[in-house]
């Protein structure tokens, strides 16, 4: 006997599929890797610029952005925030994407335009949305995104794991020690810091 299935609770099957990344730095990379191996998953990617030697070595292709959103069936965004990606998510965007597509944020927020992503979900223009991030963040529980059942949001955990939390603090220790020696920092995010502590 066959079970009745609500529509509802049904995903989708990652399988051959074809994953977008923007932002192919260090975690797209990994994303790219684990999609690839695991469900045989055909990459392609927009950056700033190509990268000719991770293309080879992932096995990824480099396409315009208009490309990525019309061919994507999910598209992961794993850019810094800066001037050009703030926002740049929007409904225009949104729009362009596949109806089946699912859209993926751990990154910033702020990348997405969120009343704009609301709408997407809510009149079909994508299939759902994984957020590990959201502007206004935390999001509040009586926002639509919330309650829409294609959409899942999880409250910025994705580094919640015992070793991750231990691995961070031993690199923060790492710079306070070579930092009050007077010594270049090993993990040094903002080289001004290093210029202020050795020559106040």
């Known amino acids: 006997m066959v079970q009745n299935r609500t529509p509802n609770l049904m995903g989708k099957s990652l399988t051959n599929k074809t994953l977008g990344i923007f932002g192919l730095g260090q975690v797209g990379q990994q994303v790219a890797r684990l999609c690839r191996r695991t469900f045989g998953m055909n990459v392609i990617y927009h950056n700033r610029a190509p990268n000719q030697q991770l293309e080879t070595t992932l096995d990824v292709q480099y396409v315009p952005i208009e490309v990525l959103l019309e061919k994507s069936d999910v598209l992961s965004v794993h850019a810094t925030l800066n001037s050009d990606s703030s926002g740049f998510f929007n409904a225009k965007a949104f729009y362009a994407m596949k109806r089946s597509a699912i859209f993926i944020n751990t990154a910033n927020g702020k990348i997405h335009d969120q009343k704009a992503l609301t709408r997407a979900v809510y009149e079909g223009w994508i299939w759902g949305a994984g957020l590990d991030v959201t502007d206004p963040s935390p999001i509040s529980?009586?926002?639509?995104?919330?309650?829409?059942p294609h959409v899942c949001i999880t409250p910025r955990i994705a580094l919640d794991t015992t070793e991750?939390?231990?691995?961070?603090?031993?690199?923060?220790?790492?710079?306070?020690?070579?930092?009050?020696?007077?010594?270049?920092?090993?993990?040094?995010?903002?080289?001004t810091v290093?210029?202020?502590?050795?020559h106040k």
Do not use: F, W
């Not at 231990?166 to 903002?190: D, G, R, V, Y």
């Not at 290093?194 to 050795?198: E, F, G, P, S, T």
């Open 141 to 148: 529980g009586s926002d639509p995104l919330v309650h829409h």
């Open 164 to 191: 991750t939390q231990t691995l961070l603090s031993k690199i923060a220790a790492k710079n306070l020690i070579a930092a009050l020696n007077a010594e270049k920092m090993p993990n040094c995010i903002n080289p």
């Open 194 to 198: 290093y210029r202020y502590i050795n």
